[in-house]
């Protein structure tokens, strides 16, 4: 993953809290030791049928959301488990950053060792991020690491 001081993207909102890493990525896809592919399975539970075929409604399944680099999560994201596969899987689907009023410590460390950026906000900065989203799903984020702005 090439590093980044400038990231502008639009936004992927996925309100959940205490989203755990078994389902950013389930178990049962833990089998491999290669990234690769990784992110097809990304929110598989949530994401695909007992079929295989996509959800009808769930965000990722959205046309308009394929190629957004940011994730703007719920409360206490990437809890549970330490399993690196989950940075592994969000990146593998194409995400840069991940945005959240908190973050699992393990879940932290592991996304920034692996080219994910999670980013902590205030639950008000979060509420009106939520917020601008809802109003137009287009909106646009400006991470600016050297000046550790969120714009």
């Known amino acids: 993953m090439s590093q980044f001081t400038s990231l502008t993207s639009k936004i992927v909102p996925l309100a959940n809290e205490n989203v755990d890493t078994d389902q950013v990525i389930p178990a049962r896809f833990l089998k491999v030791t290669d990234k690769a592919g990784l992110g097809d399975n990304l929110f598989a539970d949530w994401r695909y049928l007992p079929d295989g075929s996509p959800k009808p409604g769930f965000i990722l399944n959205q046309p308009e959301m394929k190629g957004r680099q940011i994730l703007l999560a719920g409360d206490n994201f990437g809890c549970g488990s330490s399993r690196e596969h989950a940075p592994w899987a969000l990146t593998g689907y194409g995400f840069r950053a991940v945005i959240s009023t908190s973050f699992a410590d393990i879940f932290?460390?592991?996304?920034?060792?692996?080219?994910?950026?999670?980013?902590?906000?205030?639950?008000?900065?979060h509420a009106q991020l939520f917020s601008l989203v809802e109003e137009d799903p287009d909106t646009e984020l400006v991470i600016d690491l050297t000046s550790q702005t969120l714009t």
Do not use: A, F
Request: aromatic fraction near 0%; charge should be positive; avoid cysteine.
């Open 108 to 125: 932290r460390n592991n996304s920034l060792k692996n080219g994910l950026l999670p980013i902590k906000v205030d639950k008000d900065t």
